[in-house]
């Protein structure tokens, strides 16, 4: 069952940008996937990628997380992901938002 979540958990912590860039498409078909450890994990990983340091990380993890928001649990998505939401919008750095069309669709 790990399988199909360790390209998931090693792209997302690569070094390079390109492949924490990548990663963020997979979450949404890793996290039906896991157990609920690896749930856990992968909410955290997504996590850091919308606050990663790289502005197109966080572009990628906002352009990727409505995907994933329909895969996490409720309880998570109320109190996980709407707070990366509301970060992602308020990203001061660059608007991680630039290339959705309308970014509170995110999460419906």
Known sequence: QAA??????????GEWFTS????????????????????AELRHLYASLCKDETPMVRRAAAHKLGGFARVVEREY????????????????????????????????
């Open 4 to 13: 199909p979540l360790f390209p998931t958990q090693r792209l997302a912590t």
């Open 20 to 39: 924490r860039v990548s990663s963020a498409g997979l979450f949404s078909t890793a996290y039906p996937r896991a157990t609920a450890h690896l749930k």
């Open 77 to 108: 998505v109320a109190r996980e992901l709407m707070q990366l939401f509301t970060d992602l919008i308020n990203d001061g750095k660059e608007c991680a938002w630039a290339q959705r069309e309308s970014p509170e669709q995110a999460l419906i």
